[in-house]
């Protein structure tokens, strides 16, 4: 009867693993294209054709409807436009974790809230303390992110002897400093606010959010609406990526059909399809099974959640094309001199501490205090020296570092130093934290 029993539980844990397992494998894979684009791009920015390179991102790309024009270099629609639905699928992943997830209850939000907390507060301290009454000041922001693909990819790198929690852990813990870094933004990298289109945007997302409350769950109507909400934030002041997260917290995630009302309406359409295909004839001359199957398509898409039908549909874009394409026009950064000397800025100094040493301190600190306090345990299986290691993966900043210190720094050689602060602080994060997971026994531990 206990064998049985813990059967049933161990398939019960399968089930919930495996959406979190689809959604790692892809990002992990990812993770992977990440680090190419981020080394072809700095090989490029140093070979003989870095002109090219430069030329490149400052093409002009314009889109005009009548008399109205957009005009702007490839560059700026890379961080502005395609980085808005990055976050917008960052703000659904958010979503998911808040409803079911690892941030679905105070007590499983608790070690990663207050983890990621650390990882956020302490690197922020540890730049200003380097930076302190200098122009560089305002990069404070650059080291308190996390870069949950390429984070992933290096998991990814160490197979089965990473134990699955490990990797909900890291996943938590980046998903809160998402949040974190998307508040920094909306709130201390914003120039100026133009109220009126503030006012606009917020009335274009009540108008998302009574579409939602109708239970309107075309992708069209969201995807026109969002499309006017990103034009109302930029020029509202406040950066449109922001846009992409509020209105991912407006997509629906509730099902049309719940699960008995699916499995009978399936049941009926199979057995129509069932019905059809005695006939003998092919899916284009058979009219009844072709219905049979479209009224199988529609039950089946009003038993999904629109928010798990687009973050299925769009993270591959994101991870494949968007964040290599960020990767690429970002991490270009020519090094004129000695590296050791670029590295020697205080911009590059702050950053380079904050990623590497401060998300160690704080993360390991926080989930350290919380454990011996007893306010808290470790999901099983995972030991401090678990938490060491996703301390120091955490460390790789990458693109949201990237995108931060591109909003933090008008200064080129600044921009520059500290591009190339993320892009080492990043890889030496990787490289430590692979070591120290790569060195953990194949056994589970515990709160050791």
Known sequence: MMQQSSIADSNHIERLLLPFQEFFDTAAS??????????????????????????????PVSISIGHAVMNHSL???????????????????IKRELLVGELSSVRQALLPLLAAMGGMIVP?????????????????????????????????????????RLKILLAAVAIVDDIGAVLVIALFYTSHIG????????????????????????????????????????????????????LAMLIPARTKYDADKFEKLAGSQLEEFRKARRSGEGILTNHAKHAALLSLQSTTAYAETPLQRLEHALVPWVDYAIMPLFA?????????????????????VGILIGLFVGKQAGILGAVTL??????????????????????????IGFTMSLFIGALAFDDPAQLASAKLAVIVASFVSGVAGWLVLRGMPQITCGER
């Open 328 to 348: 690429l026009a970002n991490a270009g950064v020519r090094i004129d001199g000695s590296i050791a000397t670029a590295l020697a800025d205080p911009v590059s």
């Open 370 to 395: 919380l454990v011996k306090s007893g306010i808290t345990r470790l999901p099983p299986g995972l030991c401090l020296r678990h938490v060491h290691g996703v301390s120091l993966l955490a460390g």
């Open 75 to 93: 560059h700026w629609w890379i961080n502005d436009g395609l980085m808005a639905v990055f976050f917008f699928v960052v703000g659904l992943e």
């Open 30 to 59: 990812g993770g992977i294209v990440l680090m190419v684009c981020a080394v072809l791009a700095l090989s490029w920015a140093n070979s003989p054709w870095y002109e090219s390179y430069h030329h490149l991102w400052e093409t």
């Open 195 to 246: 109220v009126t289109y503030l006012l606009l945007a917020g009335g274009l997302l009540l108008i998302v959010l009574g579409g939602n409350i109708m239970g309107i769950r075309n992708p069209l109507f969201y995807a026109c609406l969002g499309i006017l909400v990103w034009l109302a934030f930029l020029r509202s002041g406040v950066h449109s990526t922001v846009a992409g997260v509020l």
């Open 124 to 164: 922020a301290l540890c730049y200003v303390a380097v930076n302190a009454g200098d122009s560089g000041i305002r990069g404070w922001g650059a080291p308190m992110a996390t870069d949950i693909a390429f984070a992933l990819g290096v998991l990814a790198l160490l197979g089965d002897r990473i134990p699955p």
